[in-house]
């Protein structure tokens, strides 16, 4: 009896010292949202390209070195050399304990803002070809690198209660898929402690601001982006017995690929073959000498998109050769490099749910389906060696997302020149979300 008085007595403390902690947050950010929203809004006026984020890195490693981060800027070396690396790392050691890396983006999408919100984007930039974009924060990195920004200062002002060594990176080039793979490539786990646990929130205009979801397992999938050249013999379009026509060649093409998935690939490995693009031609009555196709392939399983891609490979070829074009004049199919599959670890996932729903509540927090969206974050994790997850961060209004199920008609979604994630609920959630999750990981 009198073991179990104790026992009680321990517990009460240790849940008296839980509300004491959440509610000294809940103030830390009541006090500090306004700045946040603030700088929110600079950054959402101020977008920047993949390739491109010169200002936005200056001032996120501004921000963490007046923390008290060590921080390291220019990070990243692209395939194209002409593109400077401008990922940033703060480093931040507290003791004993583990290493956990947190991970924002820092570039926007070439994108004409339409919100018609007071701090709308009028940013017109060049782009890697040398034409002048409109560029908007339309994917919601603003609202990411502003939650970081918030975390960071919430761990340096809670010291007391973590022990580890705190990473904070700002990764480039998330759109273009080449950001994470241009740090790793520039030494980044010789240069840095390499993470125990790696981990990054992204918005969602699906899910309502103030909750979190979270996806075990493949959460997103891999992309490649794949060229292909259907080459024929042009000629007059009134006399096609004298050509090989790449035209016809090409709508065979596509029509065949619509089998990889639907008679080669199992029904339980989900993959995606489009065709995105397909240019041919000049005119009415000239039968072009070729056919350009851009197509993208989504799995999550690395040997699902190898078996796809030789299955597009061995089509293509195939149906060309069947059509009587020369060997000479075969297709020609360039696979670029992708962006590799997102897979939460189940364990690390399982932790922080239960970390978010202790701060959040429990409906707060979802358990969401996986996508076919891409995302480069898995890479940091090595082919799953080291665990890492993302978690998706609710931005929109719950009235309108209710409004949206009803109706079934979608709210403008992530690179939509309409998304307006609402700021400051999501905002808050971010930091706190984020701030439990680190703090769970590398509690005393
Ligand atoms: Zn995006
Ligand atoms: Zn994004």
């Known amino acids: 009896m009198r073991k179990l008085l104790v026992l009680c007595a321990v517990v009460g403390v240790l849940v008296c010292n839980a509300n004491a902690q959440q509610q000294s947050l809940d103030a830390m950010i009541e006090r500090d949202i306004a700045s946040w929203l603030t700088t929110y809004k600079n950054l959402h006026t101020a977008p920047e390209l993949s390739h491109r984020e010169e200002k936005t ?21 692209f395939q194209n050399a002409q593109w400077t690396g401008y990922g940033v790392i703060g480093l931040l ?18 994108v004409e803002e339409k919100t018609g919100l007071p701090y709308s984007s009028q940013v017109k930039m060049k782009n890697d070809a040398g034409l002048e974009v409109n560029v908007m924060h339309a994917c919601g990195h603003d609202i990411h690198m502003t939650s970081f920004l918030g975390t960071a200062k919430m761990l340096t002002e809670l010291k007391s209660q973590w022990s580890g060594t705190l990473v904070l990176v700002g990764q480039p080039s998330e759109e273009t898929g080449d950001g994470a793979a241009a740090m790793l490539r520039d030494n980044l786990y010789a ?4 993470p125990d646990f790696a981990i990054a929130l ?7 601001t103030g909750k979190v979801g979270y996806t075990p397992g493949y959460a997103m999938a891999s992309a490649t982006s794949i060229d292909i050249k259907i080459r024929g013999i042009g000629g007059h379009g009134s006399a096609p017995e004298t050509t090989k026509d ?3 060649v090409a709508a065979q093409v596509v029509m065949a690929l619509q089998t990889i ?29 070729e056919v350009n196709l851009q197509l993208t392939v989504r799995a999550y ?28 004049r ?38 969401m389906p996986p996508m076919m969206a891409s995302e480069d974050f898995g890479q940091f994790g090595l082919d799953q060696k080291i665990p890492t997850t993302i978690f998706w961060l609710g931005a929109s209004d719950p009235a309108k997302v209710k409004q949206s199920r009803e109706s079934g008609v979608a709210l403008p979604g992530l690179h939509s020149a309409l998304f307006a994630p609402v700021p400051e609920p999501t905002l808050r959630t971010g930091v706190k979300a984020m701030t439990s999750a680190v703090l769970e990981l590398m509690k005393k």
Do not use: C, M
């Open 57 to 77: 890195s200056a001032f996120v490693a501004g921000e963490l070195r007046k923390l008290g981060f060590t921080v390291t800027e220019r990070i990243g070396k």
């Open 93 to 110: 050691k507290n003791g004993p304990g583990p290493t956990i890396w947190v991970r924002t983006e820092l570039d926007a999408l070439p």
């Open 191 to 194: 240069n840095f402690p390499k």
């Open 202 to 208: 992204h918005d969602k205009p699906e899910l309502e």
């Open 246 to 248: 790449p035209i016809v």
């Open 261 to 289: 998935i639907s008679r080669e690939n199992s029904p339980l490995d989900p993959a995606v073959v489009t065709v995105g693009s397909i240019h041919g031609g000049t005119r009415y009555n000239i039968i072009p000498d």
């Open 301 to 328: 399983k690395e040997n699902v998109r190898k078996r796809v891609l030789a299955s597009i490979e061995r089509i293509v070829k195939g149906v060309a050769a069947t059509a009587g074009i020369p060997e000479d």
């Open 330 to 367: 075969a297709p020609t199919v360039k696979v670029s490099e992708g962006t590799g599959a997102t897979y939460n670890n189940p364990q690390l996932i399982d932790r922080l749910a239960v970390a978010f729903r202790k701060a959040l509540g429990e409906d707060n927090v979802v358990e």
